[in-house]
């Protein structure tokens, strides 16, 4: 019998013949697309990824990865207006993601405990003891769970606590910190990368969370509670739908 443990995907590596010309000096054009594939803010930064972006039938996707190889080959014939190069690209992942990017804003709605509800407020809301809750209902049309970046904008001014962002779909984020005036939480999913005000977020500030967590195919609710006093803390949720690479 074969036992099977858990697998991997292996990501690939794409291989590309570019041809580049000048109608009187190729180098300089040279010299500004190794630049660009060398991606050097890329490949100091640990996480840190280059998106490739391509065409397929009429639709423009992208990959995510590092860019490797860049040779130029210069041939037997001396020839400073044409050379062509093989360049490398090393995927992330199993998928392409559409370059369009959809996204959903769950704002507080202010209210007032003498007159209720101020209006206008749009659609839907829920009162809760400890802060209050938003809810706003999305469909993904992918046919596969898709990662999502998320960003906690804090108050315009004070202090907001007590963050959670959860799905109907089971998974759930909390966050054990407070955001100043003009503060931000950004979550990516794909990699699992926290921040806080641009700086990592320790493991003393994470309560319950799956910082890994996908949107499921189809319909689902997801639902943002903070405390804030102002009312003025958001949660944005942006995604790209994605499909298998081939």
């Not at 190889?69 to 992942?93: C, M, N, P, S, Y």
């Not at 959809?102 to 809760?128: C, R, Y």
């Amino acid at each position: 019998s074969v036992f099977f443990g858990r697998d991997y995907l292996t990501p690939p590596t794409w291989t590309f013949t570019i041809a580049v010309k000048d109608d009187v000096n190729v180098y300089p054009v040279l010299n500004n697309l190794a630049a660009a594939w060398r991606a050097d803010s890329k490949r100091t930064t640990p996480g840190a990824l280059s998106t490739l972006t391509y065409m397929r039938n009429g639709e423009q996707r992208r990959v995510y990865g590092r860019p490797r190889q860049f040779t130029v080959d210069h041939g037997e014939v001396i020839d400073h207006t044409f050379k062509l190069v093989t360049a490398t690209f090393t995927l992330a992942d199993n998928f392409s993601y559409s370059e369009l990017e959809h996204s959903l804003t769950l704002g507080l709605v202010e209210t007032s405990q003498e007159d209720g509800l101020l209006f206008p407020a749009d659609f839907p809301w829920e009162f809760v003891s400890d802060g209050f809750t938003r809810t706003g209902q999305i469909t993904i049309t992918a046919s596969l769970p898709t990662p999502f970046i998320v960003n906690i904008a804090g108050p315009v001014t004070g202090q907001a606590t007590n963050f959670s962002l959860r799905s109907t779909t089971g998974w759930q984020m909390d966050f054990g910190t407070y955001l100043s005036a003009h503060g931000n939480i950004r979550v990516d999913t794909s990699t699992g990368d926290v921040r806080r005000n641009s700086a990592t977020f320790g493991g003393s500030i994470r309560q319950r969370a799956d910082y890994r967590a996908r949107l499921q195919p189809g319909p689902q609710e997801l639902i943002f509670t903070a405390n804030d006093p102002t009312y003025t803390t958001s949660a944005t949720i942006r995604w790209r739908d994605v499909s298998p690479l081939y």
